[in-house]
């Protein structure tokens, strides 16, 4: 599940962040950026309900 919550903070950042933009708010620009890179991190955390995962990043 962490994985799908990781792509949707993704998607929400990238809007976000263009949001920013167009309308130039630097701020919202910057929180987006910042919430999309938390997403890609999320996503890239093993999933806890495959195990095979965690084995596959210890080789």
Not at 16 to 23: H, L, N
Request: aromatic share 0%; glycine share 10%.
């Amino acid at each position: 599940m962490s994985k799908t919550k990781g792509l949707q903070q993704r998607i929400v950042g990238k809007i976000r962040q263009a949001v920013g933009e167009i309308v130039g708010d630097q701020d919202l620009h910057d929180d987006g950026k910042a919430q999309a890179e938390r997403g890609r991190d999320e996503q890239d955390q093993p999933s806890e309900l495959n195990p095979l995962t965690k084995l596959k990043q210890l080789t």
